[in-house]
């Protein structure tokens, strides 16, 4: 199984995720790693060293941000992405697989904060 990145709506408001997700620019995607990953990657002890909480939090549990929540989890997988080769030290994956799987969720961040108001991000 794999972690997948989705737009999700708030409460009641109907919205076409389907379409938003499709916003998202390629080569990017949904995708998020392995369901493994939850534990051995972003679940890592250097993840949380690394003060980023909310994906820490993936190790036990999904993700779902909304409002300024998204702004945190953007500036959660930025700080990821200037600390690359250190995670690469600390995991058993390569530098290209967590960049591109950050850069999948930084990209459906974009798509997600255009329409905020109305939509937030999960990760599961």
Not at 37 to 48: E, P, Y
Not at 62 to 90: Q, R
Request: proline share 2%; net charge negative; hydrophobic share 45%.
């Amino acid at each position: 199984m794999s972690l997948i990145i989705s737009v999700i709506q708030k409460g009641s408001i109907i919205v076409d995720t389907n379409f938003l997700e499709e916003q998202v620019p390629a080569p990017h995607n949904n995708l998020f790693g392995f369901e493994s990953c939850r534990k051995t990657l972003w679940g890592n002890d250097l993840i949380s060293e690394l003060g980023c909480e909310l994906i820490y939090s993936l190790k036990n549990t999904n993700i779902f941000a909304f409002d300024e929540g998204i702004e945190k989890l953007e500036s959660e997988f930025l700080i990821l992405l200037d600390n690359l080769d250190a995670i690469e030290l600390h995991t058993d994956y390569d530098k290209e697989f967590i960049e591109f799987s950050v850069r999948n969720a930084l990209e459906m961040i974009k798509v997600v904060l255009k329409e905020k108001d109305k939509v937030g991000i999960a990760i599961w």
